[in-house]
Structures are given as structure tokens and as C-alpha cells.
């Protein structure tokens, strides 16, 4: 995969020729018909049989979905009359013979139904290095479990979870994690948790918890402290967003570093006034990093849901503002700026062609909770952050369903994002109520992806999309031949088109549950070389660098994209590891 830049000469002409097609595209990008409201949604299964709470995708295309194991009967069997007889199950201690989760195929839209022993209740994850799952918490017994599910291959039936018993050393139920530059998950949080600890554990006799004055800091009556938002920042601390201000934890000494300002005027953005996330993409070797947080729900919202002294409970509208802040910066201040609509239980997600951020799912009134939350926020919004202020946000089309408490969104390798989940019931209620259990997948495609756009879509050559990941090391070259076919129609004196302005980014693929894509992470790499192939209409060879450091991107799976204007090729998977 690494190439060494030996006989610049030689390429120095061929970089010339390059960039005259840069210039030549530029000028044909900027004719280019701006899309008005776009995307476009299609129903990729109505019933998966489970409901998708948590989500992630792993690196052979599979996304492990999983709920929780005490709703009673799901609509999909276990396989070969497999039940589960788990004697501190709640609902169906006598056996249940229903899968709680599932993996999906994305190329074969497929799924079959996956083994979970004990409760998956509202958990967290990250995915180890080797391209494992970790899940970590849940409830009752499941709070201090740990589960793998590995990327399986192709056709093992019998690949499924495995657990490990009291593996944490506090229940976490609600918690947050975040993979660490040595690869271990930081978990922080949850239900009466004040604390964070790592895992896997130093030994056996390791049952270290840490306690985290700040969670109780930022606790209030409703419990707005739940599902923190955490971002590795580039200086290797973790900024932690709770109820409504955030601070830089040196967690190696767990000591505050720096301490960020109450985000406007307080309202609260953590469960159960769910708002989301993201740490902003990041530039090559970046010297600073921004964090965006959108919608929650005002100070108050969960209780005024609640039935009062005999008076119905009341769906507040939820908040319509963004806060963003640089928080790399000594004196760090939020600035604010408002989206076209109302937003809780949102899913922040990063689009991989770094120019924007899709704001998914959720409601406009009410809050997070069982039957807390009416007004499904149907249309997606694309936020842009290097439009100027004022010009950032996008609505884009509607979905059909609502999604609203217990549903997620995933980015998939092919620029979609994958979307489903919705159960705001203590059970799976198929009917008489308003919002039913949703047990269907679909397929969010943003704009980039219409046909209109294909001819200046990039498509990766080399290394093959449909090969083993490419392995890199921190620092190191690597080589990419791509194709774009409107360039490959030029003709001699005709006009040079597609070749905008290319970047390369990296993507970790997020563990999405409860509106937070826990890991996720985009960096854009430096592109050295990016030079027309001699012979080849339309295809070029590009050096791109990869992070420098394991503080910039922890070791594991990534889903690299060539992006020209905005946007992005289908990814081709890159595992970057110490080496
Ligand atoms: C789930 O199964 C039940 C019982 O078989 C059925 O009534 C219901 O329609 C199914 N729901 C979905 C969403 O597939
Ligand atoms: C919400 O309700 C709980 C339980 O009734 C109560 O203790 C708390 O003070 C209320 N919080 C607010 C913000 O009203
Ligand atoms: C949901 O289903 C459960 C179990 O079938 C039932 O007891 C409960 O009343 C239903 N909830 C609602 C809101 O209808």
C-alpha cells in the first residue's frame, strides 16, 4: 500500500497538467446548479424484527443492531428453536424464543437474528482495533456486562455474541464511550454513576472507578446528565459535555483542564432532553477542533410530560438551537446559531465529504422517555460549517416515518445512511397507539448521491472497494487510483469537467444509540500527489498522509472517501495501526 515519493521530477510536469485540470474543473464547478432541498429515502426492510436502539457498523458491511432483551416477544425467532432461558429476565423469565438482535448485511440486504444473553438496555459501545464490537452496560443483568461481536465472514452462521460476567466495575446504564489513543474504551456515566472507568480492565483485580465530580455538578432533578457527550480532542483530553456545559478531562491524571462556559442560556442537551453531538471534521495535522451541539429540550420539558395532580402531561417545544465552540481555545466561548425547526432525540452525523452534517430522527416537542414525545421531525437538516454563519442549515426532504425515543442512524459505506428504531413503549406495541413500535430499516440518501451527480462521482480504483481493508501505519503514504467518469468522456479541446477541488477524508463508523454517535470521528488527510494517470481518461493517482499520531485517530477501522467538491466516492475500508 505505501508508496515511496521518490521521482518527484518526473511528476512535477504531470502535477502541472493536474493542476490545470484543477483549474479548468474549478471553473466548471462554479456553473454548477446549486440543489435546492434534497435526499431521498427508501425502505430497505419493514421488518427486521427487532428495533433498532443501538447501531453500529463494522468493517465487513455488516451493522450489529440490538435492543434490549426485556420487551417481551420481538417478531423475529431465534434460529433452530434456540431459546433463551435466563432466569433474572423480567418479562419472559420462563424462556423467550425471540432474537433481541440482528446483523445486517448492507450489500445483500439481509439480516439474521444474533444471540444476547442478558440485558442490552440502553448501553454504549466501541469497536476494539481488531474490528471487534465491545458493548458495555445495559440493566439489571446486564450493568456491568461486556459483550464482543465480532465482524463475522461470510456464510458463519454460528458467529454470534459472547458475554462476560460483571466484566465492569459500576452498573452503566445510560453511559457514554469513547476509544482511547491505546485503544481501550473510556466509559463514563449513567444512572446514579459519577464516575468513569476503562476497559478491557489491567487485570483481574482491577475494579478501579474513578469519580467524576462534575456529573453530579451538572445533575438536576430530571437527570440531564445522562449519555454525556464525549470527543477525544486533538491535545489527547476528553472534552465531556453534561446537561449543559462541557469540560477538557486529562483523564491519564484525571485532572479538569480546562473548563468550558454554560452553553447560552442553560437549557439542558443530554438525556432525557436529548440533543446531539459531533466534533467537527478535522483538517490535517489540525491545531484546532470544534464541537457542535444541536437541540434538547428546555429546563423542565421531562417532568411537564409527566400526568401532574390529575392534569395531563405537556409536550414543551423543544429547543432550536446549536451551540459551537472552538475547544481547543483558551478562552472558549459557545457561539450560537438556530436551525430551521425545533429538535429533540436528533442524530448528529457526519456526511463524508466533511462539508456536512446530517441532523436526523427525533421530535419536535417533547423529550426522551417512555410516551414523552409528539411531533415527529420528519425532515432531515443538513448542516453546512464552512458556509458563513446564516447560510448553514439545509432542510431536506421528509421520511415517512417517525422516529422518535430508541431510534438511531448509521453511516454506511456507500454514503447512505442507514436509519431505523423507534419505540417509545415499555413493550413492542404494534398498535393502538400513536407512535407503533418500528421495526423497519431505511436508507437515507443525502443529495450527493443523486444520479445527476454521477458522473462526478469519484470512484476508488485502487486499492479495490471490494478487497481486504488496506492496513496503514500512523504518518505513512498511501497510494489511490480513482476514476472520474466525466473526465474519462473528455475529449481533446473539450472542456475538462469533474475534477474539482479533491480531498481525501477518513471516517470511524459511530455507535449510534439514544441521538449520540459515540466514536465518531472525521479527518480529512493531507493529499500530497494527485496526478492524471498517462493513458487513462479520467483517472488519477493520489498520495494521501495518514494522521500522524493515534491522539488524531485511534487504532482500528476507517472508511476512507475520495471527495471531489462535495462529493464523496463509495469508501474503501483502511485499518491504521501502530507499526
Ligand atoms: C409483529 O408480529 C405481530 C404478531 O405476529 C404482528 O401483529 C405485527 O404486525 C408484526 N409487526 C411488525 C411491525 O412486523
Ligand atoms: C421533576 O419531578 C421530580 C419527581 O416528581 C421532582 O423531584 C423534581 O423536582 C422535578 N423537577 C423539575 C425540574 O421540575
Ligand atoms: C403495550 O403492550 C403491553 C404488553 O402487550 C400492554 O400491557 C400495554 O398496555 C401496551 N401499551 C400501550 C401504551 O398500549
Not at 456491568?144 to 460476567?165: F, H, I, K, L, V
Not at 493517482?541 to 472508511?559: E, K, Q, W
Request: glycine share 8%; with cysteine.
Amino acid at each position: 500500500m505505501e508508496i515511496a515519493l521518490a521521482a518527484k521530477k518526473k511528476n512535477r510536469a504531470r502535477r502541472h497538467l493536474a493542476v490545470l485540470l484543477l483549474l479548468l474543473a474549478c471553473a466548471c464547478a462554479g456553473i454548477a446548479p446549486a440543489s435546492g432541498a434534497g435526499g431521498r429515502w427508501d425502505l430497505q426492510q419493514r421488518s427486521i424484527g427487532v428495533s433498532a436502539m443501538h447501531m453500529q457498523l463494522l468493517h465487513n458491511d455488516r451493522v450489529i443492531i440490538f435492543d434490549r432483551t426485556d420487551f417481551g416477544h420481538s417478531n423475529l425467532s431465534l434460529p433452530d428453536g434456540r431459546c433463551r432461558v435466563n432466569p433474572r429476565e423480567r418479562v419472559l423469565p420462563q424462556g423467550d424464543c425471540t432474537a433481541h438482535s440482528v446483523e445486517y448485511d448492507v450489500a445483500a440486504n439481509a439480516f439474521r437474528p444474533l444471540f444476547v444473553f442478558t440485558d442490552t438496555w440502553c448501553s454504549s459501545g466501541t469497536v476494539a482495533p481488531d474490528g471487534t464490537l465491545v458493548q458495555t452496560g445495559g440493566w439489571n443483568d446486564g450493568f456491568r456486562n461486556a459483550r464482543t461481536m465480532p465482524a463475522c465472514s461470510d456464510g458463519d452462521e454460528s458467529c454470534d455474541w459472547s458475554e462476560t460476567q460483571d466484566a465492569l466495575s459500576a452498573n452503566r446504564w445510560y453511559a457514554t464511550n469513547q476509544i482511547l489513543p491505546d485503544g481501550r474504551a473510556f466509559i463514563i456515566g449513567g444512572r446514579r454513576q459519577f464516575s468513569y472507568e476503562f476497559y478491557p480492565k489491567a487485570g483481574p483485580s482491577d475494579t478501579s472507578v474513578i469519580p467524576m465530580p462534575f456529573l453530579v455538578q451538572t445533575r438536576d432533578p430530571e437527570e440531564n446528565n445522562l449519555y454525556p457527550f464525549v470527543h477525544l480532542n486533538i491535545d489527547g483530553n476528553l472534552f465531556i459535555f453534561s446537561n449543559n456545559r462541557a469540560v477538557l478531562l486529562d483523564y491519564s491524571s484525571n485532572k479538569i483542564v480546562r473548563t468550558y462556559p454554560v452553553l447560552g442560556d442553560g437549557d439542558p442537551r443530554n438525556y432525557p432532553s436529548s440533543g446531539s453531538s459531533v466534533l467537527l471534521p478535522l483538517k490535517p495535522n489540525p491545531t484546532e477542533a470544534e464541537v457542535l451541539v444541536c437541540g434538547g429540550a428546555p429546563a423542565g420539558s421531562y417532568n411537564s410530560t409527566k400526568q401532574q395532580g390529575g392534569t395531563a402531561g405537556a409536550f414543551v417545544p423543544a429547543l432550536t438551537t446549536c451551540g459551537r465552540i472552538k475547544i481547543t481555545d483558551a478562552t472558549p466561548a459557545w457561539v450560537i446559531e438556530t436551525m430551521p425547526s425545533p429538535r429533540v432525540m436528533g442524530d448528529m452525523i457526519l456526511l463524508p465529504n466533511g462539508a456536512e452534517v446530517a441532523i436526523i430522527n427525533g421530535a419536535a416537542d417533547g423529550t426522551a422517555g417512555w410516551e414523552s414525545a409528539k411531533t415527529p421531525a420528519y425532515a432531515p437538516v443538513v448542516y453546512r460549517p464552512d458556509h458563513s454563519p446564516g447560510d448553514r442549515f439545509e432542510e431536506q426532504n421528509a421520511a415517512g416515518v417517525a422516529r422518535l425515543y430508541h431510534s438511531s442512524a448509521v453511516l454506511l459505506r456507500d454514503g447512505r445512511l442507514l436509519v431505523g428504531g423507534s419505540n417509545p413503549h415499555t413493550y413492542y406495541n404494534f398498535s393502538n397507539v400513536q407512535f407503533p413500535t418500528d421495526l423497519s430499516l431505511e436508507a437515507f440518501s443525502p443529495e450527493y448521491l443523486d444520479a445527476s451527480n454521477d458522473m462526478l462521482r469519484p470512484r476508488i480504483l485502487d486499492p479495490s472497494p471490494t478487497g481486504a481493508p488496506a492496513t496503514v501505519g500512523y504518518g505513512a503514504t498511501m497510494a489511490i487510483r480513482f476514476l472520474v467518469p466525466a473526465l474519462a468522456r473528455r475529449r481533446r479541446g473539450g472542456r475538462a469537467g469533474g475534477l474539482g477541488d479533491v480531498s481525501v477524508t477518513m471516517v470511524a463508523p459511530s455507535f449510534t444509540t439514544h441521538s449520540f454517535a459515540m466514536n465518531q470521528r472525521l479527518l480529512f488527510l493531507d493529499v500530497t500527489k494527485n496526478v492524471a494517470v498517462r493513458g487513462r481518461a479520467g483517472a488519477f493517482s493520489a498520495s494521501v498522509t495518514m494522521p500522524a499520531t493515534a491522539v488524531l485517530a485511534p487504532p482500528g477501522y476507517y472508511m476512507l472517501f475520495v471527495v471531489n467538491g462535495h462529493i464523496p466516492s463509495e469508501g474503501i475500508w483502511v485499518k491504521i495501526q501502530a507499526q
